[in-house]
């Protein structure tokens, strides 16, 4: 198995990506359980903020290392929470408070267009010149009220039409597919090089 650093402490994105990598022979490694910290997340673009991040966690690790910087976009709010999501609500993060405030700021919108929208990176090593990037979108509705009790962050209120459902009603396996980080993954899968 290869090692890669998942440059994430977010127990359940690490499940999602880990699904995805170990049958092509990733052992995907969350940077916390090497006592790499956080990094800073200063930048107003998500490419921008998955870059510093999967840098910082290759430069802590001397290992490849995978950043995800992903968020909902609402067309309403003109891209809002974007790269906030996480901490659209404040500090500390809690899904409950952002998903609160997000249907307050949606409060009278008729257009409820969201999209949730996925950058991955992956640096061999923390100065690697040539970064692999991919991204994918997932496109969707935001719900007045939440359904499912899956997922995690706005996945309740994200209500995908294609399967007449929210994120956080659908299954795993499809989620791990249809999502905009499956579809980044997918996109990273075949630009992978022999590491």
Known sequence: MKKLVLASNNAKKMKELNALL???GF?????????????????????ENALAKARH???????????????????????????LSARYAGEPKSDARNNEKLLAHLAGQTNRQAHFY?????????NDPQP??????WQGEILPAQKGEGGFGYDPLFFVPDFGQTAAELDADTKNKV???GRAMQTLIERLPLL
């Open 22 to 24: 170990a049958p092509l």
């Open 27 to 47: 052992e995907v490694i969350p940077q916390g359980a090497l006592g790499i910290p956080e990094a800073e997340e200063p930048h107003c673009t998500f490419v």
């Open 57 to 83: 966690a290759a430069e802590y690790s001397g290992l490849p290392a995978l950043a995800d910087d992903s968020g909902l976009c609402v067309s309403a709010l003109h891209g809002a929470p974007g790269v």
């Open 118 to 126: 996925c950058v991955l990176v992956l640096v061999r090593a923390a």
């Open 132 to 137: 692999i990037i991919a991204e994918g979108e």
């Open 179 to 181: 999502s905009h980080r």
